[in-house]
């Protein structure tokens, strides 16, 4: 029990110890004051503030301060003022043990607050801890120690075992397993060689690394993950800014009706002012809304934390409160639900036409395009491809690629650009995507390229089913290869052969729809050309590790390890989160609005009722509150 103890009051900061240390003292004060004010003669009465007063100004001076520096600057009906009126009333009552017990369980309050608060700061803590202040840059003079955020692109810098990775970069020279899980969420140690990839963040766990710098600190992993978390208590959720409006509102209207219950009553029924007085006081105690002022952002700033921690980035109390109404999940196909990776599975030649030719021809067209199929086709290529024999490039959105080679006019790309072309392409049923190819208008054949599943796409869509939400599928892929992939899924629908446009009209009215059963929508894409769709739903979420720039900045949500399944897991956190926000609202306001009603008709006449429904309440809505913090196992 001492160590626990011990282990508490090491966690605190000087300013919270210090907070603990006059509670403590305050305690004592009323201890005392009531043991010997119930006991001694001399300490009954008057004599009693021998000990209540010096306690209550142990306790009470910083709050009393706190609400005059307040009143000069206009903003007169806070708790602070609450709570000074009450106890000093009670005072003037001759309730000398209720007024400070008052000041007393406030600022027990107040220390749980700030224990809270600090804890959920910790778990955010953690994530901005994650860029070392120096890096190791590579130099003639051999290493130098510079600052991450003055290196350029291109240089080269060494991260020994045990150090984090201060820049984003491909390893140059090197083999060692990196710790990815302050970025991903996930803690298997993800093996690195020359040509690998290496994350800012990251803990370098083996050997010795030399990385060549790939973006500027500004633009790095670590930076884009320190600026979301950062920004994200300034966006705040519907209930959350309630909340505020409602405090700025509800305060001095309660303390107008305290007025009125002071005099009004003993006026009317000609009764003595001290009971109505007295009663007064405790319908300020209660009125205090500091549980609910408290507990509904550190419930989202612990959502927030909680998904961070498993590698899910929330740009705002707004998203997590959006998400957790998710009823639809619209997803995209290529580098979400697939790796992106394409590989030429078949070579379909048209009659008279060698495969190896149609695959030259075919990638030779694409040779300048940074499209993945581009990519596959010049892999797949065995005939050399030399550049200087193509002219006139031009990408065709949405429908594939023109170009002259060789002087000859091609077509490379689906269906609709030969039908475009009004050229006759034969039916292809296998699974994939179709790049057809044609030469001064005449179609020579196609090649089938295959998209490999992420190994978690299954478990993902079925997981977002038995959370209850639609799955829908847009892509740009035709049909036909579309089809197999969403089968083999279980995706509920398939709309395919989408240009960007067409996928952000189909996401409005698939919103339109789901707004009318008091749903909202959950996007997620990777690419440039998700970021208007992105933008556009209730909660868009890009994948972080291979989504673009531009689709980060549009998502409100990002998957740092580019791992659908976190989309659930992102949906459960969210959900629990806004469970446990209306949970103490609806409590707080229910023991709030239920002691009022006694203390205004006078069936309440202790201080103790008053003191449980401010402080008690707030004190069960906080620790409530800080279930969020843990959310990352909803």
């Known amino acids: 029990m001492d160590n626990l103890a011990t282990r508490f009051v090491n966690g605190m900061t000087k300013e919270q110890k210090t907070d603990l240390y006059r509670i403590l003292a305050g305690a004592a004060f009323f201890i005392l004051g009531e043991v010997f004010s119930h006991t001694v003669p001399f300490f009954m009465g008057y004599g009693a503030l021998f000990f209540f007063i010096p306690g209550w100004l142990t306790v009470g001076a910083e709050v009393l301060w706190d609400a005059l520096k307040n009143i000069r600057r206009g903003q007169v009906f806070d708790e602070n003022f609450l709570m000074c009126i009450a106890s000093i009333g009670a005072f003037f009552t001759g309730d000398y043990g209720e007024a400070m017990a008052v000041m007393l369980f406030f600022q027990v309050g107040e220390l749980f607050e700030h224990l809270a608060v600090a804890k959920s700061r910790r778990s955010i803590g953690e994530l901005m801890d994650l860029c070392p202040d120096v890096a190791h840059l590579k130099t003639e003079n051999g290493l130098v120690d510079a600052d991450p955020a003055e290196i350029e692109p291109g240089a080269v810098i060494a991260v020994r075992p045990g150090e984090r990775v201060p820049l984003d970069g491909v390893v140059l020279r090197g083999v060692s397993a990196l710790d990815t899980s302050a970025i991903t969420g996930e803690p298997v140690p993800r093996p690195v060689s020359p040509g690998s990839e290496a994350l800012s963040g990251c803990i370098n766990k083996e050997g010795l690394l030399e990385i060549t710098v790939s973006r500027p600190y500004s633009d790095s992993t670590v930076a884009r993950i320190m600026d979301l978390v950062e920004n994200a208590a300034a966006k705040k959720a519907r209930s959350e800014a309630f909340i505020t409006r409602f405090a700025r509102v509800y305060t001095p209207a309660v303390v107008i009706g305290a007025a009125l219950l002071a005099f009004l009553p003993p006026l009317i029924l000609r009764q003595p002012f001290g009971p109505w007085v007295h009663q007064a006081l405790m319908f300020l105690v209660v009125s205090c809304p500091c549980a609910l002022v408290i507990s509904v952002p550190l419930s989202f700033f612990g959502g927030i934390g909680g998904a961070s921690r498993k590698g899910i980035l929330a740009k705002g109390s707004i998203s997590l409160e959006t998400l957790a109404k998710a009823g639809v999940a619209v997803l995209d196909k290529t580098g979400t639900l697939t790796k992106g990776q394409f590989a030429v599975s078949k070579v379909l030649p048209a009659a008279g036409v060698r495969p190896e030719e149609l695959l030259q021809k075919a990638a030779l067209c694409e040779y300048y395009s940074a499209h993945p199929i581009s990519a596959s086709l010049q892999d797949a290529c065995t005939l050399p491809l030399d550049p200087g024999r193509i002219g006139g490039y031009q990408e065709l959105a949405g429908q594939g690629i023109s170009a002259a080679v060789d002087g000859k006019q ?93 996928k952000a009209a189909l996401c409005e009215q698939i919103m339109a729809d ?85 203390t205004a008709v006078g069936l309440t006449t202790s201080m103790w009722y008053a003191v449980f429904a401010d402080v008690g309440v707030a004190v069960i809505a906080i620790l409530n509150a800080m279930r969020a913090a843990g959310a990352r196992d909803a």
């Open 514 to 598: 789901a707004h009318q059963k008091g749903k909202t929508v959950l996007f997620c894409g990777d690419g440039i050309n998700d970021a208007p769709v992105l933008m556009l739903s209730d909660v868009g979420a890009a994948m972080g590790g291979v989504g673009s720039d531009a689709a980060i900045e549009a998502a409100d949500l990002v998957l740092m390890d580019d791992n659908p399944e976190k989309l659930a897991a992102a949906v459960r956190i969210a959900r629990k989160t806004v469970r446990i926000v209306w949970q103490n609202i609806v409590f707080a306001l229910t023991v709030k609005l239920g002691i009022l009603l006694l």
């Open 410 to 502: 091609l077509l490379c790309g689906n269906a609709k650009l030969m039908a475009a072309h009004q050229i006759p392409v034969p039916e292809v049923r296998e699974r994939g995507t179709v790049v057809c190819l044609a030469e001064e208008g005449v179609y020579l054949g196609c090649i089938l390229i295959r998209d490999e599943l992420k190994p978690t796409a299954k478990a993902a869509v079925r997981d977002l089913a038995a959370l209850g939400l639609k799955t829908v599928m847009l892509t740009g892929d035709s049909e036909a290869s579309a089809a197999p992939v969403a089968e083999e899924l279980g995706i509920h629908q398939l709309h395919a052969g989408l240009l960007p446009q067409d």
